[in-house]
């Protein structure tokens, strides 16, 4: 470990640097974990300093690249995700990623943990670890993603490290992200890693049908035509997308969900003259469609994970007729809500679930909830945490949580924006409010208003309790009304801090802005202060030192109180 | 040809008619020709290209596509021969048939709806090549004939024509798609459908024909040279059909400025 004292030292005096260095760069040493925000023009002299530390710990094989891309929207610059590693193991959340322009490192983000001592030889085999999370969830941990050995930080910062197998498992109504401690077995931590809507509660046999959403509004929907009948599998787009119809199964969509049983084309939302009139198959298959659209469009992005991995929703995962007998977790995820499972479905690729929504006549909270299928900006909030999983992976607790949800209600406000001109009869039109498509009146969150929401407007509203692991959907609403800010302009209620947008018309900057800040440039554990930092980062690499975008982008973060 | 194009063409030949045979009073002074029938036979040309064009309609990917080609009649050959009589001093009717035949390209504009999208069309452009446009036509000609000199005879001529039309349409297109994010895709060919159609028309026109062969030295040793002649028809045949094609109808010009010159016997 000795070498790693000498790295501490270099990163200390690095830090020094930083702290006396512009303000969007950042070199901070907590006790032994340093963290990187480094970039930009008024910092070179410590982004020089802190690429040497990283070129050093890639040396050493602490840092070990997990993936390099080439950047869709600036033209040669590269990006490069590093994972850390202690003794082989990995470390849990410790990334850096590496913007280069022709091999010249433009800014450096993440954290790195020094000086590390665990033994990394466990007392506990795969087995025994995935016999003790049986017993813990009741649930059996699925097969494509067996327990693996991470190097666990203590989540308080105490500088404690231990030797965990990490391990995920659908419970019914939760996707368990499970830390055992390899050693002695105990549950060391636990978080729920489902993605949900809101808290708590060319080819021979393509075809194109004509398809009745949610709402009554007409749309395209490309389909598969076998025998005599259509199904919902989309092959023109790059992506094969799926939806899959339960059949308000709720006993299927669970054995579906925990890996028991495998989907077949017989599961598959179907119709027999390609005229579809099933709103929730529609528009989750369409919406899938036009997210994937405009993640190409807008971004170049080749799907969820930038490979074209295939796209997967199940509709109808439980009947409208059952509510009265559904326990409250059922009715809170399966009726009431809409997620994405990173680790379910076939291959373990991942499949979001939209809700069944209540009887028109039962209303919940004041609020009529149609299928929630029927709302683009939720598709396209669902599928965008697969982006988030398959890019900075951004941990789903805290205020990496809330950047993770926040990044989905981005990509949701942005799809709708795009996908409006491609409606008819009068739906599709775009917001700032998330899901008011199917819950009506009003939605569930509010970009522009958080307060109405109640949910905070500015990092002083921060909601610090434990629960929707740690307020990962109230707080998203802090990063997301900046990124209102940016675009619209206007004014913060708490700081009255007044804000120059870029504009509605120049809404695909503040897009792309926020888009490759979340994607390549943050790492897991990102907090705001590491949005604000790659956001801005982002906005000069695409437009400039000193553009309006960076402007308005600096300007919002500021308004919301992240400094 | 439709009602008020066949209105229009019956009111011009009348009006021709009316015209030439209300000047049969002044025209009783110029000459008329001793013959009683004369036969000519022709080949020409019809200089000038005419267009048309045809719009189809056809459903794909839930919207309706339509793709328009615009036809161009280019100039080309005309065959035409026929016979006349004389009835009354200058007035002669006449009967002759004209032939008409050229092929030609057509210019197409397809609009292809998006696979995803409503009103979002796709436009592509091609050629067809290789259409073929015949005209077969059978005139009845009321002529005012004037023989000028005893060598120079002159004739106006006007009547009603029936007109037997074969056309080439474009029936139908095909396209590649370049695949994802289907912004273009290729047009990559069309199928054509032979359509034949009668109608009736009007040909107006006039008729220069000269009698000198006789005076040419290799020719005069022949008795029957005074009766044989050389003549330069002028004539403009006009008449439109409306050709089906699925179920829609296609409306094609017909006709034309024919220029011809051939030989003449009178008898």
């Known amino acids: 470990m000795r070498p790693y004292t000498r790295l501490l030292a270099c990163a200390t005096a690095v830090a020094v640097v930083a702290v006396l260095t512009a303000s969007t760069a950042q070199l901070q040493n907590r006790s032994s974990v340093l963290t990187l925000a480094a970039g930009g023009l008024s910092s070179l002299s410590e982004l020089r300093e802190a690429d040497s530390l990283v070129d050093r710990l890639g040396r050493d094989r602490v840092l070990r690249l997990a993936a390099s891309e080439d950047d869709p929207l600036v033209p040669g610059r590269t990006h490069a995700r590093f994972r850390q590693y202690h003794d082989g193991v990995p470390i849990f959340g410790a990334e850096v990623t590496r913007q280069t322009a022709r091999g010249v490192t433009v800014s450096l983000f993440g954290t790195l943990h020094l000086g590390i001592d665990v033994e990394t030889t466990p007392a506990l085999s795969t087995d025994d670890a995935t016999r003790i999370i049986e017993r813990l969830g009741n649930v059996h941990p699925g097969g494509s993603t067996p327990p693996r050995l991470v190097v666990l930080p203590d989540r308080e910062g105490t500088g404690v490290y231990r030797l965990v197998y990490e391990a995920r498992a659908f419970t ?161 995820l399966f009726y009431l809500n809409a997620f994405y499972c990173g680790t379910c479905g076939p291959d373990g690729v991942g499949l979001a679930v939209f809700g069944e929504g209540l009887p028109p006549n039962v209303p919940f909270l004041g609020q009529r909830w149609n299928f929630l299928s029927g709302a683009l900006d939720i598709v396209a909030h669902e599928l965008a945490h697969a982006v988030t999983d398959f890019t900075s992976a951004l941990l789903y607790m805290d205020e990496s949580g809330a950047l993770n949800e926040a990044f989905s209600d981005v990509i949701g406000v942005g799809t709708e924006y795009y996908a409006e001109p491609f409606y008819r009869d009068g739906a599709g039109v775009a917001d700032y409010l998330l899901g008011e498509d199917v819950i009506e009146p009003g939605g569930i969150r509010s970009l522009a208003d958080p307060q109405r929401f109640g949910d905070p407007d500015h990092y002083s509203l921060l909601f610090v309790g434990m629960e929707d692991n740690g307020g990962v959907h109230t707080n998203s609403l802090i990063p997301g009304h900046a990124y209102y800010l940016a675009i619209e302009g206007g004014t913060n209620r708490v700081s009255g801090l007044t804000v120059s947008g870029v504009g509605a018309a120049n809404r695909e900057q503040m897009e792309k802005v926020f888009y490759r800040a979340f994607t390549v440039l943050m790492t897991r554990d990102a907090d705001f202060a590491e949005a604000r930092a790659a956001t801005i980062q982002s906005a000069r690499d695409l437009y400039g030192a000193g553009s309006a975008a960076e402007q308005a982008v600096t300007q919002a973060w500021t308004a919301v109180g992240v400094n | 040809m439709s009602s008020r194009r066949w209105r229009g063409a019956v009111a011009l030949t009348v009006g021709l008619v009316a015209g030439l045979v209300g000047s049969a009073n002044e025209a009783t002074a110029q000459p008329a020709p001793t013959d009683r029938i004369a036969v000519w036979l022709d080949f020409g040309w019809r200089p000038a290209s005419r267009t048309f064009a045809s719009t189809r309609v056809f459903p794909v990917f839930s919207e309706l596509g339509s793709f328009q080609a615009s036809y161009t009649i280019e100039q080309g050959g005309v065959f035409a021969g026929g016979v006349s009589f004389r009835l009354w001093r200058n007035l002669a009717v006449g009967l002759d048939a004209s032939s008409y035949r050229s092929v030609n390209p057509a210019q197409i504009t397809a609009e292809l709806p998006h696979p995803f999208f409503f009103d979002l069309p796709r436009t592509t452009m091609g050629e067809a090549g290789g259409l073929e446009r015949q005209e077969l036509g059978i005139h009845v000609r009321a002529l005012w004939v004037i023989q000028l000199t005893n060598w120079l005879v002159v004739s106006a001529s006007v009547g009603p024509s029936l007109i037997n039309a074969r056309q080439d349409l474009v029936a139908s297109v095909q396209h590649t798609e370049v695949g994802f994010p289907f912004d273009e895709l290729i047009f990559s060919g069309h199928t054509v459908s032979g359509q034949s159609a009668v109608t009736a028309g009007m040909n107006s026109g006039v008729d220069i024909d000269v009698f000198v062969l006789d005076r040419l030295p290799f020719l005069n040793r022949f008795a029957g040279m005074k009766k044989v002649g050389l003549g330069l028809l002028i004539r403009y045949v006009r008449g439109s059909v409306d050709m089906q094609i699925g179920d829609d109808l296609v409306q094609v010009d017909l006709g034309g400025l024919q220029l011809t010159t051939g030989l003449r016997f009178r008898f």
């Not at chain 1, 949900?196 to 389909?223: F, M, N, W, Y």
């Not at chain 1, 989907?263 to 529609?282: E, K, P």
């Not at chain 1, 997210?291 to 199940?314: A, E, K, P």
């Open chain 1, 172 to 332: 019914g109504t939760r996707l368990m992200a499970y830390f055992i401690d390899a050693s002695t077995g105990d549950l060391v931590w636990a978080y729920d890693d489902l993605k949900t809507q809101q808290p708590a509660l060319p080819c021979e046999r393509c075809a194109v049908g004509d398809g009745l959403g949610v709402k009554g509004d007409r749309k395209k929907i490309s389909v598969t035509a076998v025998g005599g009948t259509f199904l919902a599998q989309d092959q023109l787009r790059p992506a094969d997308v799926f939806t899959f119809d339960m059949r308000g199964d709720l006993l299927h969509t669970l054995d579906v969900l925990d890996g028991t049983v495998q989907l077949f084309d017989a599961d598959l939302a179907n119709d027999t003259d390609n005229r579809w009139l099933d709103g929730a198959s529609v528009d989750a298959h369409v919406g899938m469609g036009w997210t994937y659209d405009y993640l190409y469009h807008r971004f170049g992005r080749q799907g969820l994970n930038g490979t074209n991995v295939r796209m997967i929703s199940l509709v109808h995962p439980v009947d409208r007729a059952d509510i009265v007998t559904a326990p409250a977790d059922i009715l809170g």
